[in-house]
C-alpha cells in the first residue's frame, strides 16, 4: 500500500486524521510542527509523540521527503536539482542566490501545455500536473532549503493550470503553523488563464508576474498559442479592475528577440498597451534552445528599450540572467534528455 504523505497536508487535515486515528487531539499540532518547522524526512524523528502513536500512524503515513537525485551548480552561484516525482518522471527546480536572497524558482508542473516557441519546457508537451507534495516539496528538500527568503513559481509548467494545488501549496507556506511567510514573498508567473487568474487575484495576496512579450496580438499568437484563447488585451483589462499601489507588486514578463518584438515600435506599444497600470516591466534575454530559430537581442537594444520605457514613466530593468551554462535560465528548464537513471547528463 502507498502511503500518504504528511508534507502538503493543512492542520485541519491533520486534525481530522488525528480523530480518525483515535489519537490526542493535540498530536496534530505536534505533526506539523515536526514536518513544517523542525522539517524532520521520517516520522521516528517526532520524538514528542509516542512510540505507540508513531507506529500508528507509519502504518498509513510517511513524511514525504525526496531528496533531489542531481545537483548542478553553474558559475554564478545558481543550483539546479532534479527531482523525481510519481509515474517515473523529473521535475527541475532552480536555487538563485542573490546578496541578501535566495529564491527557489519552483515548478508546478511535468512539462506544459502552452507549447510556447522559446520554451524548451514546452517542447517537452505536458505530461501532468504535481501534487501538493511535489510543490511543497522542492521547498523543503533543495540545498540550503532554511535559507530560501523568497519564491517564484515560474519553473517548469503553468501554475494557474495547477490551481487548487498551487494555492493549496502557497496556503501552507503562508500559514502560521508552517513558514508563516508573508504572500509578498512569493511571486507567481502565469501566461495568463483569465478564469483561475482572476480566482489567483480574488483567492491570494501573492506578486504577480504576466508573460507578455508582444504587445501585438497577431505576434503574440505566433509566440504563444495561448493568445488564440486569452488575449494579452483581455488579461489587461482584468488587471485594470484591482488596485496595485499598495497590496501586491504586478510585473510584466518581455524576452526580447533579435528582429522580433524589439524595435522602438514594440516599445512605444507596449507603453500604450500598459498605460495607467502602476506595473514593472522586466526585460528579459532569450536564452537560444535546441529547435527555436530565434535569437536574443543585442544587449544594446535592450538598453534602448529599457531607457524608452523608464522615460515613459515604468519601472523597467533589464533581468540578469542567472544559471545559463547548466540550462537554469528563464524557458530553458527541462527533462526531455534524462537518461533512464534520472540523473543528467
Sequence with gaps: MNQEHLLGMTLSEIQNIILELGLPRFTAKQITDWVYVKRVKSIDEMTNISVRNRDILKKRFDVGRVEP???????????????????????????????????????????????????????????????????????????????????????????????????????????????????????????????????????????????????????REKLMPIEKTFKAADIIELLREYDWSHQRRLSFEYIMFDGVNDAPVYARELSKFLSGLDCRVNLIRFHKIPGSDLSPSTEETMIAFRDFLTAKGFTCTIRASRGEDIFAACGMLSTTKEPRTGIQD
Design 69 to 219: 537525485v542531481d545537483v548542478k551548480t553553474s558559475v554564478d552561484g545558481t543550483q539546479k536539482m532534479l527531482f523525481p516525482v510519481k509515474n517515473g518522471k523529473f521535475i527541475e527546480s532552480v536555487n538563485i542566490p542573490e546578496e541578501e536572497r535566495l529564491t527557489i524558482c519552483v515548478s508546478s508542473q511535468v512539462g506544459c501545455k502552452m507549447d510556447c516557441s522559446f520554451c524548451m519546457t514546452g517542447k517537452m508537451g505536458f505530461l501532468g500536473s504535481l501534487s501538493v507534495n511535489e510543490i511543497l516539496n522542492q521547498v523543503y528538500s533543495v540545498p540550503n532549503a532554511e535559507a530560501l527568503t523568497n519564491l517564484v513559481f515560474m519553473g517548469m509548467g503553468e501554475p494557474l493550470n495547477n490551481f487548487d494545488n498551487v494555492m493549496k501549496a502557497i496556503e501552507v507556506l503562508t500559514a502560521d503553523y508552517a513558514l508563516a511567510w508573508s504572500p509578498k514573498r512569493i511571486t507567481l508567473s502565469t501566461i495568463g488563464v483569465i478564469p483561475n487568474l482572476k480566482r489567483f487575484l480574488e483567492e491570494s495576496r501573492c506578486h504577480l508576474a504576466v508573460s507578455l512579450h508582444s504587445p501585438l496580438s497577431v505576434q
